[in-house]
């Protein structure tokens, strides 16, 4: 079922699937909810699910600029909570791909009892250092230059491990034909919103519920040897490293993924 409502002026489609415990899916960058679609198919005939197209992604519409400040990990987070509130949910488990993971996090720093689980999927709580900002700086200039959707097909297939990319290019090429449809300035606000987000493992030492953590050993984007450090913060993780996967298991490792989070969420 395919929903919707409105947030700060903006049209923030959501989808609804299955019944029982709430689970909310949150994409990622470049992404949009059917990244998650393979997860839906398998979890809803276990759970309720909510997962959105984030503001700026899909059919939803991008957040403005409040008192000319940037739009920040703080307000999706919010824009999260809004929908929670809308849906009457009052506990859930949220698990995020990416730049969900940041959100989960800024969620669950603001709404900790509002959780009874949260995962990080191939994400991180360290903010970026001064090389990455950098980076991220020159994206944003670069999407000035050629466009987000030039942006997208440059770096998407960065996103998978070295198996996945000689074996499946039809599939990241139907990314990359998706992602086009992404408007250079929503792109642009997610990356200075990255950017500027700051560090939260201290979210994950105080956290009072148990964390998954999804790792590639081939993920440039949130590399192994980075969240293996953040895993050992939270009083009860639950680890599992995605063997030659890059930063997409949702697609490289899909029955793995698939029977992780079960066992994640029904454990809890």
């Known amino acids: 079922m395919t929903k919707q409502f409105t947030y700060q002026s903006a049209n923030i489609v959501y989808h609804l699937a299955g019944t029982g415990k709430t689970v909310v899916l949150l ?12 997860q839906v198919l398998f979890l809803k005939e276990y759970f309720r699910l909510i997962i959105p197209d984030l503001p700026g992604s899909g059919a939803s519409d991008p957040l403005r600029e409040k008192n000319g400040q ?6 999706y987070a919010e824009c999260v909570a809004a929908l929670l509130e809308k ?13 969900g993971g940041y959100i989960t996090l ?9 959780l009874d689980g949260f995962g990080l999927i191939h994400s991180t709580a360290f ?12 994206g944003i200039e670069i999407m000035d230059q050629y466009g987000g959707a030039s942006f997208l097909r440059n770096t998407i297939p960065n996103l998978f491990g070295e198996k996945y990319k000689r074996t499946h290019p039809e599939m990241i090429e139907g990314l990359i034909r998706r992602a086009a449809a992404f408007k250079t300035p929503a792109l642009q606000q997610y990356y200075m919103a990255m950017m500027q987000r700051p560090d939260r493992t201290a979210v994950l030492s105080k956290a009072g519920v ?27 993780s639950y680890i599992h490293i995605i063997e030659g996967g890059g930063h997409m298991s949702m697609w490289e490792a899909t029955t793995e993924l698939n029977n992780y989070m079960l066992a994640y969420i029904n454990g809890l």
């Open 87 to 99: 849906e009457q949910v009052e506990s859930c488990v949220m698990l995020g791909h990416s730049m």
């Open 27 to 38: 994409h990622g960058f470049g992404e949009d909810c059917h990244i998650w679609d393979e």
């Open 70 to 75: 940037p739009v920040s990990i703080d307000d």
């Open 210 to 236: 148990p964390v998954l953590f999804i790792i590639g050993t081939e993920d440039v984007a949130a590399p192994m040897k980075d969240v293996l450090q953040q895993a050992r913060l939270p009083l009860k």
């Open 106 to 114: 800024a969620f669950a720093e603001k709404y900790p009892l509002a």
């Open 127 to 138: 903010a970026d250092n001064e090389e990455k900002k950098a980076n991220r700086l020159r």
